[in-house]
């Protein structure tokens, strides 16, 4: 939570001391990917500062116009985000053969996103064969030149879907 309370601080010295023109503004907190963990925390952080303002615990104090938060293509949970949910999306996608999908399950593989948890499975030099990019037929080798932000167009350069061409 202290992401949150740094996030809010910043957010108080935009409007408070920066910008107080633009505090009767709807507001609205948005972010993307990791922002999936810090929109909703920030979101709660004003709500709470102004439920404290409502019910007259604090005075002073600026009342921000929040209507809302968004979140594109958030993360929430490692356990599950990002590389854990991977190959249940590339085999419904159709980017994958059913028996790489199939293998990967039965062996109980799963890689974490930038392998922050050690990866799980009862045969590892298996599950890497199914999965890691420099194996050809593997799971990131197939799907290695998609664009992961849109998978019905093409990745240009380094991925980032900047334009349509």
Same mark, same amino acid.
């Given at each position: 939570?202290?992401?949150? =309370? ?32 810090? &929109? ?18 604090? =005075?002073?104090? =600026? ?7 968004? &979140?594109?293509?958030?993360? =929430? ?33 799963? &890689? ?7 990866? /799980? ?29 849109? /998978? ?14």
């Amino acid at each position: 939570m202290s992401q949150a =309370t740094d996030a809010f601080a910043a957010l108080e010295y935009f409007f408070d001391a920066k910008f107080p023109n633009l505090v009767p503004n709807e507001l609205f907190v948005s972010g993307e990917s990791y922002g999936g963990i810090y &929109v909703p925390y920030l979101s709660w952080k004003i709500y709470e500062h102004n439920k404290l303002i409502d019910d007259k615990v604090v =005075t002073g104090r =600026t009342r921000y116009n929040l209507k809302g938060f968004m &979140v594109g293509n958030g993360a =929430t949970d490692w356990d599950f985000d990002v590389s854990p949910s991977f190959p249940s999306i590339a085999y419904n996608f159709n980017l994958i053969p059913k028996k790489t999908y199939d293998d990967y399950n039965k062996l109980g593989c799963k &890689v974490f996103f930038n392998d922050f948890k050690p990866r /799980l499975g009862s045969d590892q030099a298996e599950c890497a064969k199914l999965w890691d990019d420099d194996v050809s037929g593997s799971m990131c080798n197939l799907t290695g030149d998609l664009n992961w932000y849109d /998978l019905y167009r093409p990745k240009y350069g380094e991925g980032l879907a900047l334009e349509d061409r």
